[in-house]
């Protein structure tokens, strides 16, 4: 039974510009209720890899750069 | 990170909190301020910073019992008319008593509560009967205001920690707990002479009209897994039947909040922007009148604030865009909606377990005691009605003094090294399935089967059905669920705990023939509520690997209830004028 990637647009936003997660911070990925965001080895900025939120924005407001935008889902909007 | 690890470490301790969102890190730091030596853990799946139903804060205080405003005698009978009699008073009146207290210990954190010109709590008026209702001005800030004391108190805590399963010793009383690490998949045994349970609610049982997994009233995190941990240890659960079911906004899925509205003249309306309910507060009573009203011509339902002059509505955006669910205000400013100019579109929410707002939970006595020895529980998931954020407070703090001084009498319980074996295997199964259902798709069948046949209105043959639909998910899910890393291990976990608490509610709400508590448990096969037969709680049990329900009756009221009070919370509807 093969498992297929259906894609979703994610509502957590990153600015690349601003986040500083190539400079070892991980604040964002620290205080997601639902740990749903990581670091990209390929770019070294935080992303959203599981779209399971709960658009609750402890990422968005704990960010120290302002880097992180939280959205409402597509389905809820 | 997530790639699936194989270590184990075991830790010991006097007292293990499961669960830092509300309830738990005040149980750890009163356990661990009433004897600074002891060994306190206190584990959470996700981070205690911001963690549990108030991660983001919260608006206010929906049920202080405040000197001068309302007594702890006059709140028990409000809780005890709200929950149509099938409550055990005790807890609610120690509540009662204590959180008096407990709301200044928390003023004195910096967590600050509305005062008036004279000094004294800003009190309101939402309930039936009494003023209970509290607004805190700084209320974004409660998470960090009290992990500022956990640190003070040097507490230990393990984050990304999610507890499995209770180990219990051969003479039944609690020994532990066994955790995985939710990036790692590494385990960790946890000695414990006493046991917290404060894991909230379970919120991702029904499935949300939008269909978003995640999209749900309460935390998401919150998947029930403490109900579950509690059936698998034997301990009792009480009236799970009496679903929370509450009144958010259309698709959000979030509270509007009546409690916050309501004191600056806003209300709940129907399509014609009239009242037809008395009363906001959140009951079964006030949701069935909801209902109806949603299922009639005059529905959808709203909360309508248009009428009110604009520096008030400013105050209540101030509110509500800012603590609880700040993305309130993200999500009208997508569809347009203005509060001056619009009304709200409102909504019922998927069903859940949360004795926060109705009564299902584990059940617990005053001293927050589950019927299994030195198993404690408070907060959403123990079985003190209505008791909120307040209550979560209160019943952790009870719960942690206790657990401390139940840990200075005992050792640590022997338990039997095949349990950890056996979970080890339990949790492990899905990561070594090369292929099979992925956890997401597990989940969403077993919810979307809680909204076909389990959600109000219950009726007894699609409850049946439910019952043979369920067990074939939970087959899927024991041989057939498949993860890829650590994370959808967790997922998967949840996914369990989701299936035992949808069996549990299930199994609840067969159980009780009679209709009680409004739409919480609206049975239309047995529309009356029958008091001669069901004036009692109905408990929960694992019995032979099912869950089999009896009786228990109402502990004799404390408090004593006038005839003329008993209908107080059904005559909610407004009746029409002539």
Redesign the interface.
Known sequence: ???ANTPTSVPVVVDEEKCIADRGCTVCV??????VL?ISELTGKAYM??D???????CE??CPTGAVT????Y??? | ??EIGSGTAQVDCDVLVIGGGTAGPMAAYKAKVKNPKARVILLEK??V????AI??GMDGLNNAVIPGHSSPEQYTKEITIANDGVCDQAPVLKYAQRCHDIICELDGFGIRFQKDENGEFAVRKVHHLGSYVLPMPNGDTVKKALYRQLRRVQLLITN?FMATRLLTGRDGRVAGAIAVN??TAEFLVVRAKAVILCAGAAGRLGLPA???????YE???NAGDGYAMAYHAGAGLANLECFQINPLIK???GPACAYVCGPFGGYTANNRGERFIECDYWSGQMMLEFWNELQSGKGPVFLKLDHLHESTIGEIESILHRVE???RG??HE??GTDYRRDMVEMHVSEIGFCSGHSASGVFVDEHARTTVPGLYAAGDMASVPHNYMLGAFTNGAVAGEDAIGFAAEVDHAEYDPADVEAERERVLAPTRRD????PNQVEYKARRLVNDYLQPPKVTRNMEIFRHRIAEVREDLETGM?VRDA?EL??ALEAASIVDCAEMAAAASLFRTESRWGLYHLRVDHPERDDAAWLCHTILRKVDGRPACEKRPVAPYLVPIAEDERDAYRKQRIRAHA
């Open positions: 039974m093969p498992i620290d205080v997601c209720p639902l740990d990581r890899k599981y399971e939120c709960w658009y609750c924005m402890p407001a704990d939280v959205d409402i889902p389905l809820l909007r | 990170m997530d996700a981070n910073k911001r963690s549990g991660a983001m990304r939710t990036r939008s269909g978003y997994l995640y999209g749900t935390n998401a995190a698709d959000y899925n669910r700040p993305s993200r999500f997508r569809r292929d099979g259902v992925p498949a994370h967790m997922r």
